[in-house]
């Protein structure tokens, strides 16, 4: 069974642009979670979702979004971005909710220039 | 915030030793934890987990044990290799039976194989 995959791998953008980010999870998992890794802050919960509803919001400001299709495929965005959101974006699936053992895909690395 | 955290930023352990990396969380509530490895460029991969109606776990070489009076978990890794160099993070959940606000990590251990 394919693991967790997201898409790009990495990503170059500029202050001010926007960004979407992919995640389609494992097969039959219904959840899809995503997290935001820092050196400084290390890996913080961005939000969850399930059956295309969001479930639970970390303390994101709400430049921070996101979606989820009927497949359980997931984007995030993030507009007019800072330099701040360089990150690691990870994104885990779980069978059902959040509660549910959590799979990480490799993220997607952003630089913010 | 109430949030994971480990002892230890580095741990250095000869191969073939016996490893065991601690992680404290201040959060009562939380009843469900888990244990991820993290390699260079890879995202966390699942080690084990352990619900808070248990006090110890064995996996493949692994065993985490879970004190609840004092509020600490710890991994334990059997006779260390190579591969075992990563980073190591635990993780708390509040809520496993629904209202989950996502998993809460702690900052990591970095653990080394000396040759």
């Known amino acids: 069974k394919a693991g967790v995959t997201q898409t790009p791998r990495y990503l170059i953008k500029t202050r001010g642009q926007q960004v979407t980010l992919s995640c389609s999870p494992i097969s039959g998992h219904r959840s899809v979670s995503w997290y935001q890794q820092t050196p400084g802050q290390g890996l913080q919960f961005l939000f969850e979702y399930f059956s295309e509803t969001q479930r639970n919001k970390g303390n994101f400001p709400g430049r921070f979004s996101g979606r989820q299709f009927s497949n359980s495929r997931s984007e995030m965005n993030v507009s007019t971005l800072e330099l701040g959101d360089s990150a690691l974006y990870l994104c885990a699936s779980s069978l059902g909710v959040a509660a549910d053992t959590q799979y990480f895909g490799p993220g997607t690395r952003l630089t913010v220039l | 915030g109430e949030s994971v955290g480990l002892h230890l930023p580095t741990l250095s352990v000869q191969e073939g030793d016996n490893s065991i990396i601690n992680c404290a969380y201040s959060n009562s509530a939380s009843d469900y934890f888990i244990w991820y490895k993290q390699e260079s460029g890879k995202g966390p991969q699942f080690i084990i987990d352990i619900r808070s109606n248990m006090d110890k776990r064995q996996g493949q070489r692994v065993t985490v044990l879970l004190n609840k009076t004092v509020k600490h978990l710890s991994l334990q890794i059997a006779a260390t290799q190579p591969g075992d160099s990563a980073v190591y993070f635990c993780?708390?959940?509040?809520?496993?039976?629904?209202?989950?606000?996502?998993?809460?990590f702690g900052k990591g251990t970095h653990l080394i194989i000396q040759p």
């Open positions: 993780a708390d959940l509040i809520g496993s039976g629904g209202g989950a606000d996502g998993l809460t």
